[in-house]
């Protein structure tokens, strides 16, 4: 499983971005892809996560309403959508796929491949 993430940039508070994680070597029906963000200092935490083969979301409280998680399955495509963005949005954004077979737990704790990061950058 290869995680490809992109669209990270510098954006004013207020603002919008589209993260995207291009996925390959792997099946919808078996991964859950999330992302997680890490800022400088900080541990990394969960941002969100889809399970695309049951159609389950999870958004951690602060992006509640402010980030979108979907996925193309044609493209092989999980986008981040992210309007009203904060300064304390600003990290690095990691796409992470966790194996869901026999899992019941959500969002899950296990995972297995990452991808690199990309930068989001919120100014105020």
């Known amino acids: 499983v290869q995680l490809q993430a992109s669209g990270g940039g510098l954006v004013q508070a207020g603002g919008s971005l589209r993260l995207s994680c291009l996925a390959s070597?792997?099946?919808?029906?078996?991964?859950?892809i999330g992302w997680f963000r890490q800022a400088p200092g900080n541990k990394r935490t969960y941002v969100s996560y889809?399970?695309?083969?049951?159609?389950?979301?999870y958004y951690e409280d602060s992006v509640k309403g402010r980030f979108t998680i979907s996925s193309d399955k044609v493209k092989n495509v999980v986008y981040l959508q992210m309007d009203s963005l904060k300064p304390e949005d600003t990290a690095n954004y990691y796409c992470?796929?966790?194996?869901?077979?026999?899992?019941?737990?959500?969002?899950?704790?296990?995972?297995?491949?990452w991808g690199q990061g990309t930068q989001v950058t919120v100014s105020s």
């Open positions: 889809i399970d695309s083969s049951t159609s389950r979301t």
């Open positions: 070597g792997f099946s919808w029906d078996t991964y859950a």
């Open positions: 992470v796929a966790s194996w869901m077979v026999g899992v019941n737990e959500w969002p899950p704790r296990r995972y297995d491949y």
